[in-house]
């Protein structure tokens, strides 16, 4: 089956791309936050998992990681590609399926920001990332807050049941022209309890609020954005301890 928001992603590419390092909730909200989970990646192999036009690859090479990027849609490897040269290694690859040419214990540390709402069941990348990550192994990731996503899909009348996993679709209108992306709104347990059965030990949360540069260039969303969430940001752990269970 065709992943779920391909063909709007191949849309945004170009223009994703281009505003992605300037736009105030990638730039001054999520970028922010997933950074500050982030640990010394100096010499270590991370994988971006979900990368985009490889804005996050970008940030790890220059911290002196090593890293592979992976993404569904070509669009985008093109432009992650054409960002980092050769400096980094991409693949095209699913999420929703096994990532066969990544090898067990290969990676310290995977990140996948904004990506995992793409995906239904959270248990396939979940347990491909387990398996990639070494013992110790970091991983941090980053979705619509599950209350925000509720409350905006059920003012759509698209959300009917909070504690279901929903398809449901929202119109980008940030990167000009407006485009539907498909996605799927989910519970806080069903983020979380994957997570962890898996095995992966919980290790932080962030709820995070705008920062003092999202306040200077849209202050009137940037006000919003500090009374209510907009996006869940987790950190969990793969040790000798979790390796065991």
């Known amino acids: 089956m065709k ?3 391909l063909e709007a992603y191949e849309k945004l ?4 791309s281009a505003m992605v390092g300037t736009k105030p909730h990638n730039a001054y909200l999520d970028r922010p936050a997933t950074l500050s989970l982030l640990p010394d990646v100096r010499g270590k192999r991370i994988l971006d ?3 985009g036009p490889g804005v996050y690859t970008e940030i790890f090479l220059n911290l002196g990681a090593e890293v592979v990027g992976i993404d569904v849609s070509p669009n985008m490897l093109r432009l992650a590609r054409e960002r980092n040269g050769t400096r980094a290694e991409f693949h095209e ?14 990676f310290d540390v995977v990140v996948s920001p904004l990506v995992l709402d793409c995906i239904e069941d959270l248990r396939q990348p979940f ?13 941090i990731f980053s979705e619509g807050h599950p209350f925000c996503d509720y409350l905006v ?18 119109e980008w209108t940030g990167f000009g022209t407006p485009v539907d992306v498909p996605w799927y709104r989910r519970p806080l347990s069903k983020l979380i309890n994957p997570l962890i059965e898996i095995g992966f030990i919980l290790d932080r949360i962030l709820e995070p609020i705008p920062t003092r540069e999202f306040h200077k260039v849209a202050p009137e969303e940037a006000q919003r954005h500090s009374l209510e969430p907009t996006f869940i940001h987790i950190r969990a752990r793969k040790s000798a301890r979790s390796a065991n269970l």
């Open 3 to 5: 992943p779920i928001a």
């Open 13 to 16: 590419a170009e223009a994703y």
């Open 49 to 51: 998992a979900g990368c």
């Open 93 to 106: 690859a699913d999420l929703a399926k096994p990532l066969t040419f990544l090898c067990d214990a290969s």
């Open 127 to 139: 347990g491909e990332f387990y398996r990639v990550l070494k013992s110790p192994g970091v991983f």
């Open 153 to 170: 899909c059920k003012k759509q009348g698209q959300a009917k049941n909070y504690f279901a996993t929903e398809p449901v679709s929202y």
